[in-house]
């Protein structure tokens, strides 16, 4: 599953604070109980995207025959996707948001 959507409060030219959202998401996820928090950071038109996930339902939910993974993404502008999946798929939706272009 992909969900994605454009918050309008950075649409007033507003640059928003990743690294101020990555160590809140970071957090959180360990406070939640994920082992080993992942992160992968893109490029997608001019806005600097950076993903964090890991395996919540294996780590969190108890759920060890699971190889889902969740990655929650943030852009500096107005961008926020999430992916919950395959691992295996994750190359697969890192390659669709480095295709995604601002209208």
Same mark, same amino acid.
């Given at each position: 599953?992909?969900?994605?959507?454009?918050?309008?409060?950075? %649409?007033?030219?507003? $640059?928003?604070? !990743?690294?101020?959202? /990555?160590?809140?998401?970071?957090?959180? =996820? +360990?406070?939640?109980?994920?082992?080993?928090?992942?992160?992968?950071?893109?490029?997608? %038109?001019?806005?600097? $995207?950076?993903? !964090?996930?890991?395996? /919540?339902?294996?780590?969190?939910?108890? =759920? +060890?025959?699971?190889?889902?993974?969740?990655?929650?993404?943030?852009?500096?502008?107005?961008?926020?996707?999430?992916?919950?999946?395959?691992?295996?798929?994750?190359?697969?939706?890192?390659?669709?948001?480095?295709?995604?272009?601002?209208?």
């Amino acid at each position: 599953m992909i969900n994605v959507n454009s918050n309008s409060a950075a %649409s007033s030219g507003t $640059v928003r604070n !990743l690294e101020s959202w /990555e160590s809140q998401w970071r957090k959180w =996820l +360990e406070r939640k109980g994920v082992r080993d928090v992942e992160e992968h950071d893109m490029m997608v %038109s001019d806005e600097k $995207v950076v993903c !964090l996930g890991g395996s /919540e339902l294996r780590d969190a939910e108890h =759920l +060890e025959n699971t190889n889902i993974i969740s990655m929650h993404c943030m852009s500096s502008d107005s961008l926020g996707l999430a992916f919950i999946g395959q691992r295996s798929d994750l190359p697969e939706f890192y390659s669709l948001v480095a295709q995604i272009r601002k209208w």
